[in-house]
T-cell receptor, first 114, second 115 residues
Framework: AQSVAQPEDQVNVAEGNPLTVKCTYSVSGNPYLFWYVQYPNRGLQFLLKYITGDNLVKGSYGFEAEFNKSQTSFHLKKPSALVSDSALYFCAVRDRSGNTPLVFGKGTRLSVIA | NAGVMQNPRHLVRRRGQEARLRCSPMKGHSHVYWYRQLPEEGLKFMVYLQKENIIDESGMPKERFSAEFPKEGPSILRIQQVVRGDSAAYFC?????????????FGEGSRLTVL
């Protein structure tokens, strides 16, 4: 069965500093990987995805993520954090069989402090 | 294009009542997914539907919960005889095709409170 681990419930970072939100996954074969963001009382918004190709994926709002197959990781990064980036971030994985739904991690709450 | 529309946004029910949550997918999308988000937890998959068909209900509780996506009209998640443990945010997502490389598009959620 596929699964996602987000080891940090909370990440605090000062505005202007780089941020990293960690994600590791478990799936049979090669994965499809996604990051979503959720603002308070809102739905999830798609940020970026890894399907194939370049391991470094660039997404919305200046976010990027790096697929590392040997470490089964897909950490989310941004060079310079903004206060407005404060939100709940979800990593998600799906296998390539086409028969399983998107599985989400528990989420990491990012707090960017001015 | 309008996004995924869910209603009601907030629903309060007393124990034993029924809750009906509706979801209209994005225009051109024929695949609907329902997820449940409990406080301090991630999203848990419940069910995946296409028009008039349930494709995967592996995450749906065996009792009291049902889902449909009729030929005409929105998808409906129905919870009968609600209990306090059903209090959660229920999210609907849609996609133009099924389990594939594409991302899901989420609605704003329906927040159910059971008194």
């Amino acid at each position: 069965a596929q699964s996602v681990a987000q080891p940090e419930d909370q990440v605090n970072v000062a505005e202007g500093n780089p941020l990293t939100v960690k994600c590791t996954y478990s799936v049979s074969g090669n994965p499809y990987l996604f990051w979503y963001v959720q603002y308070p009382n809102r739905g999830l918004q798609f940020l970026l995805k890894y399907i194939t190709g370049d391991n470094l994926v660039k997404g919305s709002y200046g976010f990027e993520a790096e697929f590392n197959k040997s470490q089964t990781s897909f950490h989310l990064k941004k060079p310079s954090a903004l206060v407005s980036d404060s939100a709940l971030y979800f990593c998600a994985v799906r296998d390539r069989s086409g028969n399983t739904p998107l599985v989400f991690g528990k989420g990491t709450r990012l707090s960017v402090i001015a | 294009n309008a996004g995924v529309m869910q209603n009601p946004r907030h629903l309060v029910r007393r124990r034993g009542q029924e809750a009906r949550l509706r979801c209209s997918p994005m225009k051109g999308h024929s695949h609907v997914y329902w997820y449940r988000q409990l406080p301090e937890e991630g999203l848990k998959f419940m069910v995946y539907l296409q028009k008039e068909n349930i494709i995967d209900e592996s995450g749906m509780p065996k009792e009291r919960f049902s889902a449909e996506f009729p030929k005409e009209g929105p998808s409906i998640l129905r919870i009968q005889q609600v209990v306090r443990g059903d209090s959660a945010a229920y999210f609907c997502a849609s996609s133009p095709a099924g389990h594939n490389t594409g991302e899901l598009f989420f609605g704003e959620g329906s927040r159910l409170t059971v008194l």
